[in-house]
Nanobody, 122 residues
Framework: QLQLVESGGGLVQPGGSLRLSCVAS????????IGWFRQAPGKEREGISC????????NYARSVKGRFTISRDNAMNTVYLQMNSLEPGDTAIYYC???????????????WGQGTQITVSS
């Protein structure tokens, strides 16, 4: 059964850092582009980053560029999102997705994780 599981969310103060992990099971992650998305209460889902299956191409939404870094460890079947200089506006549920996902144009995926909550607050 194909599954994505995010972890690493939590409560962090403004200016702080977190690293999210997205672990795949039931399939080989290195065959796929991977994307990170987020959805804040009352807002539309936003594609914030993606990485191609080779890992050679990445892209970021303007809202996170320069603060977030996506990476992948195909041997661990895991994709990471390092988030620095977090702001209250980053508060949202964060999801990873894959399956027919385009990158660098961050498109939607066919398979989604359950999401992990990040709250940035003092």
């Amino acid at each position: 059964q194909l599954q994505l599981v995010e972890s690493g969310g939590g409560l962090v103060q403004p200016g702080g850092s977190l690293r999210l992990s997205c672990v795949a099971s039931g399939f080989t992650l290195d065959d796929y582009n991977i994307g990170w998305f987020r959805q804040a209460p009352g807002k539309e889902r936003e594609g914030i980053s993606c990485v191609t299956k080779s890992g050679l191409i990445t892209n970021y939404a303007r809202s996170v560029k320069g603060r977030f870094t996506i990476s992948r460890d195909n041997a661990m079947n895991t994709v990471y999102l390092q988030m620095n200089s977090l702001e209250p506006g980053d508060t949202a549920i964060y999801y990873c997705a894959t399956g027919s996902l385009t990158c660098p144009r961050i498109g939607s995926g066919r398979y989604w994780g359950q999401g992990t909550q990040i709250t940035v607050s003092s």
